[in-house]
């Protein structure tokens, strides 16, 4: 016998889910609302413009002050130029030897093409944005001298979304700066591009850019002089190096701060305390502060004593340089030579200059992109919106109107019932015609005068007119016809006859018989005519009621 067997994967799927087992995480496990990745989004930004802008950028401004210190102190190019007057100085060689691995004047040309490209897209992208607004306003424009501004009443193009507006001004701010940033980059590239051409060329090139010098004996007041410039140099120069090593640990540890499990958890713990409120992204403000002081808090602190040391090496160094100045005045033996070696330092500084100004460069251009494209997006709902809206107003205001000629003041109504309604007083109704009665002996009333029909004064109700009423037999007899009572009642009806006689249309309603005197409408308590006499003519009023006899 076949026994069945029915795998763990089907009777026991919980124990296959998981981070690190078999099938993986659930399905929907880390599914979150929408606000949380917004959220998260947030954070990063603030974490990238803590990191960039308010520590990397004041770190590179302090190396910035150095290099311009070095440079009016004519460092290290004199010193190098009195230790090694003949050859190249290690030091510049390795600099050179860097520059040529790096590829340096390419690699500034690819990002000054790069961040251009960037740049003319961008513009394409705010171009058209700003092209859907101009078309917007001209066909309001257009349709404002088609209609006219009483008939046309909305707001203009610019008054409707400020906003938009407001942002095609901060955006070619943004444009503006930037070229004028890029201009400044270029030239400062232009001005150092010849010497770097000699800096990344062979050392054999380099050389001969060099002049050499006699070499010449140092006195030992000047030795000492050297030696504590050196000193300064070095320690300069190890700030330097160590301030490199940090700015890339802090981009590491930005790279690596990883938000998502702890916002995952903060998320957790709104919905668990505020289970009726939905989570907005503002919830999240506290949770940010606490986790970017706790993370970064360290590095901006440790700028100012970065600062603080940089300014004490500074001030040795003028104070070395000073002394150094003052040991060898007189000495110009090495002048052309410490100039050239002072050139190619400058040149290798500027080179590192202008990377991190290109790099900035092409950082802005991809986050501008980003700007401009959630403004062209904006710009497109709105435009569509106000050309829906236009369109509706446009049919509205084109829709040909109903002739006055064709409308009519005194239109019929339809009345309700029979003779005359409600709404049918502003005519008088048709004449009702006479009720002929037929007596029991075949003898036909002579007809009476017909009177002129009664409007009732007030318009909201139905108009009552008096209608002949012929009796028939001796005594009081049934009311034949009543104007304006609707049904059968509105024709002829004839009083006699034989019990066996047919009714014909034509002929009106006989009734026949020995006792003959109720008619329609007549009361039960009507006593039967004994004795025959002529019809009674009579005008009924409203007024009055209805009255038998």
């Known amino acids: 016998m076949a026994n069945p067997i029915i795998p763990k994967e089907v009777s026991e799927p919980m124990t296959f889910l998981g981070d690190h087992k078999e099938f993986g995480p659930p399905l929907f496990s880390k599914l979150v609302p929408f606000a949380v990745h917004v959220a998260a989004?947030?954070?990063?930004?603030?974490?990238?413009?803590?990191?960039?802008?308010?520590?990397?950028?004041?770190?590179?401004?302090?190396?910035?002050?150095?290099?311009?210190?070095?440079?009016?102190?004519?460092?290290?190019?004199?010193?190098?130029?009195?230790?090694?007057?003949?050859?190249?100085?290690?030091?510049?060689?390795?600099?050179?030897?860097?520059?040529?691995?790096?590829?340096?004047?390419?690699?500034?040309?690819?990002?000054?093409?790069?961040?251009a490209k960037l740049k003319a897209s961008d513009e394409a992208i705010f171009f058209e944005a700003k092209e859907l607004l101009q078309s917007e306003a001209s066909e309001n424009d257009r349709l404002l001298r088609k209609f006219g501004s009483d008939r046309w009443a909305r707001l203009d193009s610019r008054s409707a979304s400020p906003k938009l507006y407001t942002q095609v001004d901060e955006i070619e701010g943004y444009f503006k700066s930037a070229a004028n940033s890029d201009q400044v980059v270029i030239v400062k590239f232009r001005e150092y591009e010849s010497i770097l051409q000699i800096l990344t060329s062979s050392d054999r090139d380099i050389g001969n850019f060099v002049p050499s010098s006699r070499r010449?004996?140092?006195?030992?007041?000047?030795?000492?002089?050297?030696?504590?410039?050196?000193?300064?140099?070095?320690?300069?120069?190890?700030?330097?190096?160590?301030?490199?090593?940090?700015?890339?640990?802090?981009?590491?540890?930005?790279?690596?701060?990883?938000?998502?499990?702890?916002?995952?958890?903060?998320?957790?713990?709104l919905e668990r305390e505020y289970p009726s409120t939905p989570v907005v992204p503002a919830h999240f403000e506290d949770f940010f502060e606490r986790r970017l002081s706790h993370t970064y808090d360290a590095d901006l602190t440790s700028l100012k004593t970065e600062s603080a040391e940089q300014e004490r090496l500074l001030h040795q160094l003028e104070i070395a340089n000073g002394s150094f100045i003052k040991a060898r005045a007189g000495d110009t033996s090495t002048r052309e030579r410490e100039q050239a070696l002072q050139k190619l330092?400058?040149?290798?500084?500027?080179?590192?200059?202008?990377?991190?100004?290109?790099?900035?460069?092409?950082?802005?251009?991809?986050?501008?992109?980003?700007?401009?494209?959630?403004?062209?997006?904006?710009?497109?709902?709105?435009?569509?919106?106000?050309?829906?809206e236009a369109r509706i107003m446009e049919a509205d205001l084109s829709m040909p109107l109903k002739p006055m000629s064709s409308l009519s003041l005194h239109h019929p109504q339809p009345g309700v019932g029979g003779g005359g309604g409600i709404g049918g007083h502003h005519a008088p109704p048709p004449p009702q015609p006479l009720i002929p009665v037929q007596m029991q002996g075949g003898e036909v009333p002579s007809p009476r005068r017909e009177m002129s029909p009664i409007q009732a004064p007030v318009p909201q109700r139905a108009s009552l007119q008096s209608t002949p009423v012929n009796v028939g037999g001796a005594g009081p007899g049934g009311v034949g016809s009543v104007g304006g009572m609707p049904g059968a009642f509105a024709n002829s009806v004839n009083m006699g006859g034989g019990a066996g006689a047919t009714w014909n249309p034509e002929l009106g309603i006989k009734f026949g018989g020995a006792a003959g005197g109720g008619g329609v409408g007549g009361g039960e308590n009507v006593p039967p005519p004994q004795t025959q006499a002529q019809p009674k003519q009579t005008t009924w009023d409203p007024s009055a009621g209805l009255r038998f006899g």
């Open 41 to 115: 989004s947030i954070y990063e930004e603030r974490r990238d413009r803590i990191v960039n802008n308010n520590i990397i950028d004041e770190l590179d401004i302090l190396t910035t002050r150095i290099h311009d210190t070095l440079r009016s102190l004519n460092l290290p190019g004199s010193l190098q130029a009195l230790e090694k007057p003949l050859g190249l100085p290690p030091t510049l060689l390795s600099h050179a030897e860097e520059l040529r691995q790096a590829d340096a004047i390419g690699r500034i040309n690819r990002s000054f093409s790069d961040a």
């Open 216 to 269: 010449v004996n140092i006195p030992p007041n000047l030795e000492g002089e050297v030696s504590k410039l050196r000193n300064s140099l070095n320690e300069i120069s190890r700030l330097e190096s160590r301030r490199r090593r940090k700015i890339e640990a802090i981009r590491e540890k930005a790279k690596k701060d990883d938000i998502n499990h702890s916002i995952l958890a903060e998320t957790a713990r």
């Open 345 to 388: 330092e400058m040149a290798y500084y500027k080179y590192k200059e202008i990377v991190n100004n290109v790099d900035g460069g092409r950082k802005f251009y991809n986050d501008l992109a980003k700007i401009v494209g959630r403004f062209r997006d904006g710009c497109k709902a709105f435009v569509q919106d106000r050309r829906e």
